[in-house]
């Protein structure tokens, strides 16, 4: 049934899974919004962006990446310019830090705030495969992950996502575990 503006009274979800390999449908770059007006949400998924870009070019896909009102992040992916774009796209985290100075009238504490990535290359090419990271329109990023999205293991693991403070003397954060360093060069 539809309502006077053309769009359905009840929302349909059409899942478009392995939408680069089953249904390579051109024209869905452009019609990704209009058929979002008309009550029709469409979920579209693919193993990497580069499975896109096959299909629908680099313009295209990043039209249907913008179009898409929330897009999941689901791991496993090696491809350093996406999880660049990724990262920069989750933003950054303002985490407040001090230091101690000692002279001839005292000592001096300084309070500054250091900015550092929600989550960086290397972090985003560490998650497991499965939905991890999940962005909305219009929100803005959270810094920790999604609880309903995390499983748990991952929260543990990866300490820099919740961006706690490293101990005194530490200057370089932890070894990255074996699976990121496919994306080293950019990391």
Same mark, same amino acid.
């Given at each position: ?121 290397? =972090? ?6 499965? $939905?991890?990271?999940?962005? +909305?329109? !219009?929100? &803005?990023?959270?810094? @920790? /992950?999604?609880?309903?999205?995390? =499983? ?6 990866? $300490?820099?996502?919740?961006? +706690?403070? !490293?101990? &005194?003397?530490?200057? @370089? /954060? ?14």
């Amino acid at each position: 049934m539809h309502s006077a503006g053309g769009r359905l009274a009840t929302p349909l979800l059409a899942v478009l899974d392995e939408a680069a390999n089953v249904c390579r449908w051109r024209d869905l770059p452009d019609l990704y919004s209009h058929y979002g007006s008309r009550g029709i949400v469409l979920m579209t998924i693919l193993q990497s962006w580069s499975q896109g870009v096959g299909v629908w070019g680099e313009s295209g896909m990043k039209k249907l990446w913008s179009a898409a009102n929330v897009k999941v992040y689901g791991g496993g992916v090696c491809e350093a310019s996406f999880l660049e774009d990724l990262s920069r796209t989750i933003g950054d985290h303002d985490r407040p830090t001090s230091s101690v100075t000692t002279g001839r009238g005292g000592q001096g504490v300084s309070h500054q705030l250091q900015r550092d990535r929600i989550l960086d290359v290397a =972090d985003l090419a560490a998650l497991p495969k499965g $939905p991890r990271h999940r962005l +909305r329109q !219009r929100l &803005p990023p959270h810094p @920790h /992950p999604h609880p309903t999205l995390d =499983d748990g293991p991952v929260r543990h693991r990866r $300490p820099s996502v919740h961006r +706690r403070p !490293r101990p &005194p003397g530490r200057t @370089h /954060p932890p070894p990255r575990p074996a699976s990121s360093h496919c994306c080293r060069a950019r990391a």
